[in-house]
């Protein structure tokens, strides 16, 4: 009897060691350092079992052992479901670090950045050919309906549905910057806001700028004077579609639509781009400013004036201004654009801005 015991005891502490010496050789082989050699994107797709995935990470160069991977989601200790999406993998990820990762549901952030002054044509044609992005556009989007920003997205998110986070972040700006604007506006509600926000968004790109360009359109509503903004008067006939690379001619001021502001009073029917913050926060809060009209100033800015006189003085400059450029392009016999070449002010800073 006493034989048998000792014959038990035997065989327990031998299957003790071996289990010992299984979990130590199988910690070992799962926490060395992978073969990956350098940091890469991996896609793990949806409804995808540990064999597949192990198959994937083995020709992804990620693991050496597919069994290996099996067994390791087999026997965790703590197991969690592994997340479909794009994973950023380290070099030499070891076996355990691999899982902490599949189930940690860390996914690549990308990023699409839609800038200021974009039409909603321009940003859906952006969203449209971003390749990590699925499905189709089905949504119905306006003028001025989405907020230019940018937005952080993972791997086969819905077009849709960035559009909408846009859509859904302009109506939060709007809302707020509403519910804070100046008193005495002589604007009837948020749309109108918008609208003199777009405005203000093309017809500068200098930051500090727009509250005062904000308000020279404020005073020239106040006073029933016409607005006489290129930038609308571009749209009228571009309907932001396509590209304006030209200037206006005389002709274009007198068209027949009604975003031509040198013909209609007040403001235009709609947005003629997607504003910024800082555009939408100007136009609801604009400088404490009595000037009128504006001007290019030759530097990238624009010289504001209170007066007529003050502002016929700021045009006679600017187009002094024109004449030496032309006269230098002329000398240097350097075609437009090339190395050398003098530089012009952006479209919509080389005009005389609105004129009573």
């Not at 971003?130 to 499905?135: E, H, K, M």
């Not at 609208?195 to 017809?203: D, F, P, R």
């Not at 947005?271 to 913050?277: A, D, F, L, V």
Request: charged residues 25%; glycine residues 8%; positive net charge.
């Amino acid at each position: 009897m006493l034989s048998y015991f000792r014959w038990v005891l035997f065989f327990v502490a031998l299957f003790v060691t071996l289990m010992g010496g299984a979990l130590w050789l199988g910690n070992q082989l799962l926490g060395a350092s992978g073969p990956l050699d350098k940091t890469k994107n991996i896609v793990i797709p949806r409804g995808a079992g540990p064999q597949t995935m192990a198959k994937l990470l083995k020709e992804e160069g990620v693991i050496d052992h597919e069994r290996l991977f099996r067994v390791a989601v087999m026997i965790d200790p703590t197991p969690k479901p592994i997340k479909a999406g794009e994973y950023e993998v380290p070099a030499h990820i070891s076996m355990l670090g691999l899982l902490d990762l599949l189930q940690s549901g860390k996914q690549v952030q990308r990023r699409l950045t839609v800038v200021e002054g974009m039409t909603t044509p321009e940003v859906i044609d952006l969203v449209k050919n971003t390749p990590a992005l699925s499905g189709e556009i089905t949504l119905d989007l306006k003028e001025g309906d989405l907020l230019p920003e940018t937005y952080f997205y993972s791997r086969d998110d819905t077009r849709d549905g960035l559009l909408m986070r846009m859509k859904e972040a302009m109506d939060k700006t709007l809302d707020e910057a509403w519910r804070k604007r100046a008193a005495g506006l002589p604007l009837a509600n948020r749309r109108e806001a918008l609208i003199l926000a777009s405005i203000v968004e093309k017809e500068t790109a200098v930051p500090a700028e727009r509250p005062k360009v904000a308000a020279v359109f404020i005073n020239r509503l106040r006073r029933r004077m016409r607005l006489e903004s290129d930038p609308t008067t571009i749209f009228g006939i571009t309907q932001g579609k396509v590209p304006f690379n030209r200037e206006l001619t005389r002709a274009d001021l007198q068209s027949n639509t009604p975003y031509n502001t040198y013909v209609i009073a007040g403001l235009p029917p709609g947005p003629i781009c997607n504003p910024g913050r800082a555009s939408i926060m100007a136009a609801t809060n604009p400088a404490r400013d009595r000037a009128l009209w504006f001007v290019a100033d030759g530097q990238g800015g624009h010289a504001f004036a209170t007066t007529l006189a003050e502002h016929n003085r700021n045009v006679e400059r600017w187009r002094q201004i024109q004449r030496e450029r032309a006269e230098q392009q002329m000398q240097s016999q350097t075609p437009s654009g090339a190395p050398g070449a003098p530089s012009l002010p952006p479209p919509g800073q080389q005009r005389p801005a609105p004129r009573p």
